[in-house]
């Protein structure tokens, strides 16, 4: 089985930066791609940032790019979220998920069956 353990997050001043890390373990081989989501109080859960195995970006959400950069370190078993320039519109539980099929499409939740629990950012204005 695999799973997925998020770090990293925390509270920063609006204008300052994160690096949130998604380690995983158990079944990696069974992952076509790895994808940052975020929910907010009241808000809907929303793609951030999507990565496949082979390295490449599979999704970046509006509000986020420019800013947020996803990578992978495959010797760690991670993926990490590089975050700079946050505003308060930022601030959520921030989530890592992982698609076990070929047909995924980065930046929807139902696409990704595996799921860790989260780690909460919060911007300070």
């Known amino acids: 089985q695999l799973q997925l353990v998020e770090s990293g997050g925390g509270l920063v001043q609006a204008g300052g930066s994160l690096r949130l890390s998604c380690r995983t373990s158990g079944l990696t081989s069974d992952v076509y791609a790895i994808a940052w989501f975020r929910q907010a109080p009241g808000k809907e859960r929303e793609g951030v940032a999507c990565?496949?195995?082979?390295?490449?970006?599979?999704y970046y959400g509006d509000l986020v790019e420019g800013r947020f950069t996803i990578s992978r370190d495959d010797a760690d078993n991670a993926v990490y979220l590089q975050m700079d320039n946050l505003n308060t519109e930022d601030t959520a539980v921030y989530y890592c998920a992982a698609a076990l099929s070929q047909g995924y499409v980065g930046g929807h939740p139902a696409a990704f069956q595996s799921w860790g629990k989260g780690t909460h950012v919060i911007v300070s204005s």
């Open positions: 990565i496949s195995t082979t390295g490449e970006i599979c």
